[in-house]
T-cell receptor, first 114, second 111 residues
Framework: NAGVTQTPKFQVLKTGQSMTLQCAQDMNHEYMSWYRQDPGMGLRLIHYSVGAGITDQGEVPNGYNVSRSTTEDFPLRLLSAAPSQTSVYFC?????????????FGPGTRLTVT | GESVGLHLPTLSVQEGDNSIINCAYSNSASDYFIWYKQESGKGPQFIIDIRSNMDKRQGQRVTVLLNKTVKHLSLQIAATQPGDSAVYFCAENDYDYKLSFGAGTTVTVRA
């Protein structure tokens, strides 16, 4: 049981390039989400999904796309990278049980846009 | 929008002492709160949670207190150990599975 995995761990992009951050979970969780974390700040929600085929925007969705074709995978696409997207990106999956939501986070992808 | 915040960005604690990390929230409709621990270079890790129908919940060496009157949440760590050095975040559940995170408190344990 690998939990939540993210690839790559590190990435450097030039302004205007596009790329996909991969996220996978093997816990059969319905809910998955993407966050970004900037220095001195908490995590901000980018996009989330409550199940395969269903996605929605979070707090900071501009410049990012997501899709959820399977329960296991939830990739995050940067359409045209900008220096403001330099950040650490975390993927998380969670389940709900009796009103409690326990989120499991991946190890993160550190992205630098030059 | 509503926000969740922590009172102090840093906390230095002597090993063996108890730690108290505070968090203020502004959304009076929030009904579920979670504390996370994030070690350097890693993703956040669930510590303990509490629903709004409770005012205290205990785990192993940790206790979360919720004061709905003043919209205040705290995390108490008993007998702080070097392994407790990390950034601690409080988060509140807006709706569905969405969480809003505070900015975090960095806890440093002195030997």
């Amino acid at each position: 049981n690998a939990g939540v995995t993210q690839t790559p761990k590190f990435q450097v992009l030039k302004t205007g390039q596009s790329m996909t951050l991969q996220c996978a979970q093997d816990m059969n969780h319905e809910y998955m989400s993407w966050y970004r974390q900037d220095p001195g700040m908490g995590l901000r929600l980018i996009h989330y999904s409550v199940g395969a085929g269903i996605t929605d925007q979070g707090e900071v969705p501009n410049g990012y796309n997501v899709s959820r074709s399977t329960t296991e995978d939830f990739p995050l696409r940067l359409l045209s990278a900008a220096p403001s997207q330099t950040s650490v990106y975390f993927c998380a999956s969670s389940y709900s049980y009796r009103g409690r939501y326990e989120q499991y986070f991946g190890p993160g992808t550190r992205l630098t846009v030059t | 929008g509503e926000s969740v915040g922590l009172h102090l960005p840093t906390l230095s604690v002597q090993e063996g002492d108890n730690s108290i990390i505070n968090c203020a929230y502004s959304n009076s409709a929030s009904d579920y709160f979670i504390w996370y621990k994030q070690e350097s270079g890693k993703g956040p890790q669930f510590i303990i949670d509490i629903r709004s129908n409770m005012d205290k919940r205990q785990g192993q060496r940790v206790t979360v207190l919720l004061n709905k009157t003043v919209k205040h949440l705290s995390l108490q760590i008993a007998a702080t150990q070097p392994g407790d050095s990390a950034v601690y975040f409080c988060a509140e559940n807006d709706y569905d599975y969405k969480l809003s995170f505070g900015a975090g408190t960095t806890v440093t344990v002195r030997a």
